[in-house]
């Protein structure tokens, strides 16, 4: 793994708190992801499975979980499964973890070979009643693909159908909305690179750069501190910064427009998400400035009121109602289309289209029951926009912060933003040459 390792005891509380959760007489599975398949015999980078590496710490691929806190066996209340390392796995994937290691990064000191799973799940079915299976419930998931925890599912199901089984899903987006200071730490650090990519962009970005070159940049930053990127990035010149999630990349960046980036750090699994808009020759028009200051009020107007006991459908229409305002000051809304509104579709829309924020923690749009208020402990980023296709430009800036019992901490509030700052940094010193194309 690129990231330093983690104290245990971070996945230690966290099988706690969710052992506190379950049924007397359950047990809980959760597997490691597929490897994504690419064409012919391809593949991609192994993505860690969020929840797998939350009750563990755990990244390498076909690991299980088993938590079966009644079990009789005192030793099977907590079983960690993995791949037994060989030597042919050594020469064609490198190391895998031995039993110590598996038990260092998770605390979990029953570690198996994953081939022991099927006879000791067996008995702990036998033994057992309700069986807590995991799924992604995520609201926004187009789920097509099956995956490794899916299958294992309906092979479950079909052996054992006269068991009680339950959505393990639930329970764990329950825990995941709350963070830890451990986690908070990993994601103050993910915040912390995605700034320093962010100030090299500061010294690259001018006329003729290409939106790939910025990306090229970030990534450099981001592995070089060992992170990657949070999601793919949007680089946005001029207009297309009016698609919301455009990714091409492939354009020049011209004087005069503005260059929207959404671009973030994944630390540890742990993202971060920001955005930022820039003059690409560094000075903003009167009207570009105008409308930045507009986003940059009603950013800060949405952090204020990221509050605990707020429920997100309220917070998402007070900040319309934030924005809304700013676009009338703006002359971009008429006080009559206000009263003209569909109370379905506002007019604010038309301008700002898109959700206020979302929670954030292990994935970029974290998991979570949105019908839960906030509470101290939730990460979510807060992103207001406002996007003038006519004009050629639009401005969106975002920053990820944490509810707290108190006024919402912004991890990114070192990173520039004001107008003027954003233009004395720009316009400091001779410019780094970006890559040469
Ligand atoms: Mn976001």
């Known amino acids: 793994?690129?990231?330093?390792?983690?104290?245990?005891?971070?996945?230690?509380?966290?099988?706690?708190?969710?052992?506190?959760?379950?049924?007397?007489?359950?047990?809980?599975?959760?597997?490691?992801?597929?490897?994504?398949?690419?064409?012919?015999?391809?593949?991609?980078?192994?993505?860690?499975?969020?929840?797998?590496?939350?009750?563990?710490g755990i990244e390498q691929e076909e690991t299980m979980l088993l938590l079966a806190p009644d079990a009789h066996d005192e030793k099977l209340r907590e079983v960690l499964f993995v791949r037994e390392p060989n030597a042919h796995l050594k020469t064609w994937e490198g190391h895998k973890h031995p039993k110590d290691e598996a038990q260092a990064i998770s605390g979990i000191k029953e570690v198996k070979w994953l081939t022991e799973f099927p006879a000791i799940f067996h008995r702990l079915m036998c033994e057992l009643e309700h069986v807590y299976l995991n799924s992604n419930e995520h609201h926004r998931a187009v789920i097509e693909v099956e995956t490794r925890d899916a299958r294992f599912v309906q092979q479950v199901r079909a052996k054992y159908p006269l068991h009680d089984y339950r959505r393990l899903a639930r329970e764990l987006q329950a825990l995941r909305l709350v963070k830890s200071p451990a986690e908070i730490a990993l994601i103050r650090r993910a915040c912390g690179i995605t700034g320093q990519g962010f100030r090299r962009l500061?010294?690259?970005?001018?006329?003729?750069?290409?939106?790939?070159?910025?990306?090229?940049?970030?990534?450099?930053?981001?592995?070089?501190?060992?992170?990657?990127f949070a999601y793919?990035?949007?680089?946005?010149?001029?207009?297309?910064?009016?698609?919301?999630?455009?990714?091409?990349?492939?354009?020049?960046?011209?004087?005069?427009?503005?260059?929207?980036?959404?671009v973030a750090a994944c630390y540890a699994n742990y993202q971060s998400d920001l955005t930022r808009t820039l003059p690409v020759g560094g000075r903003f028009t009167e009207r570009q400035r105008q409308v930045y200051d507009a986003v940059l009020r009603s950013l800060r107007a949405a952090t204020r009121a990221a509050v605990p006991g707020k429920l997100h459908k309220d917070w998402q229409q007070e900040?319309?109602?934030?924005?809304?305002?700013?676009?009338?000051?703006?002359?971009?809304?008429?006080?009559?289309?206000?009263?003209r509104q569909d109370p379905d579709k506002p007019a604010v829309k038309k301008y700002f289209m898109h959700g206020v924020g979302h929670p954030i923690g292990?994935?970029?749009?974290?998991?979570?029951?949105?019908?839960?208020?906030?509470?101290?402990?939730?990460?979510?980023?807060?992103?207001?926009?406002?996007?003038l296709p006519e004009e050629g430009f639009a401005v969106r800036l975002e920053n990820t912060v944490v509810v707290t019992d108190g006024a919402p901490v912004d991890l990114m509030a070192d990173i520039p933003i004001e107008a003027d700052e954003i233009e004395a940094l720009m316009n400091r010193g001779p410019k780094k040459a970006p890559p040469r194309r």
């Open 319 to 339: 900040s319309e109602k934030i924005v809304e305002e700013e676009l009338l000051r703006l002359g971009l809304l008429k006080p009559r289309d206000i009263q």
């Open 232 to 262: 793919n990035p949007i680089i946005a010149s001029g207009a297309n910064a009016c698609t919301l999630h455009y990714n091409q990349n492939d354009q020049p960046c011209r004087a005069g427009e503005l260059l929207l980036l959404d």
């Open 362 to 387: 292990l994935d970029v749009h974290d998991v979570g029951l949105l019908k839960q208020p906030f509470a101290a402990g939730w990460v979510l980023t807060v992103e207001p926009g406002i996007y």
């Open 1 to 56: 793994m690129r990231h330093e390792a983690i104290p245990s005891t971070l996945f230690i509380e966290n099988r706690a708190r969710l052992k506190s959760r379950l049924l007397p007489g359950s047990l809980a599975v959760v597997n490691a992801n597929d490897i994504p398949p690419t064409n012919a015999d391809g593949t991609r980078m192994p993505i860690p499975n969020s929840d797998l590496f939350y009750l563990t």
């Open 202 to 228: 500061l010294r690259t970005v001018r006329p003729g750069v290409m939106e790939y070159q910025a990306e090229a940049e970030l990534s450099h930053e981001f592995i070089g501190h060992r992170a990657q």
